[in-house]
């Protein structure tokens, strides 16, 4: 891939994500980073972008046959910087909202409203006895409710969730946009559960086991880790497990190089299918029946992953499995993609 159409797509990348992370493709690297122009731009913003940043992307490509890389460098620093910075504009009452479903953990909650945005805790459980659906404390004044990303199933009128009817083991950011105002509120729950990366697995490397990641903690799960107990029980009813994915009972990761020996989906190029996995955790939910959908691909080499899969690793890969404190990233999309490839 040349340079250009490369530079093109990591700033479109952190131009929605607001992430600082490096991004390596095809054995060159690339690393990107972006700011908010606080000090400068301070009660401006962009024209043209209406979600309140002002991204630079400073590109810098390690290529070693070329001696003046560094140079090329500084040209592009200086070209974003030339078009960037002026374009600032100042932000007027009558400039429209941003629009509530796209994160924006740069700009906080209005100081000038004295609402909040409160569940009563930030991780919500599933119930076995009670009701699975989970409201706001009341607020003062009328307004839309909005979610995001898709997966969490939320009234927008009064910002209820309902809990079994939304994707679990993920972090989602709901905002509240009171009528007659350009204000944003928000707050950040989990739905407690587990889920699994949109990765990929490269079995001549020995790397054949996807694990499980519980409330969205960023880590591989274990039993009796994060306050849950060791009587869990995964794929309940063995419907994973009858079709060949090999889902452990213990700890509930998938064995995908045994997967692919019992037959869950065949050797041969783009080959995919999609499983349904049932699961019990011992924690506040009290071993309520939760499930989540997956889906296994299969390609014989890295170099033979279609650009669509790239792109959601590279673009949307962990948006919703993070740490508490780290920004949301794009909505990804469902089921994790669990990708297998054979060298």
Known sequence: MDFPTMAARVLDKNHQEGLMQPVKKNGSSYICWSFEIVSTCQGYKKNNLRNGYILMCCIYQVWEEYTMSKVLSVLIILMVGFFVLPSCTKESKSDPIIPPNIPNDSVPNNPGISLSLDYGDTVLYLNSTG?????????????????????????????????????????????????????????????????????????????????????????????????????????????????????????????????????????KQDAQKEFTYYYRIADKSEKTLNRMNVKLYYYDKKSDIPQYLWDILLKDHAGTILPTGRPLGRARPRPPCIIIVAQ
């Open 131 to 267: 009701s699975n659906i989970v409201s706001p404390r009341p607020l003062t004044k009328a307004g839309r409710f909005y979610g995001f990303p898709d997966g969490i199933e939320l009234d927008s009128a009064n910002g209820n969730i309902n809990l079994e009817e939304s994707e679990t083991g993920l972090r989602y950011k709901i905002m509240f946009v009171p009528n007659g105002t350009t204000d944003t509120i928000s707050t950040k729950v989990v739905l407690s559960g587990i889920n699994f990366y949109d990765s990929i697995y490269n079995l001549s490397k020995g790397d054949s086991i996807a694990r499980a990641i519980y409330n969205a903690n960023g880590r591989a799960y274990s039993p009796g880790q994060f306050g849950t107990g060791t009587d869990n029980v995964f794929d309940d009813g063995h419907g994973c497990n009858n079709q060949g994915c090999a889902v452990s009972f213990s700890d509930g990761s998938i064995n995908l190089a045994q997967s692919l020996r019992s037959g869950a989906i065949e050797t």
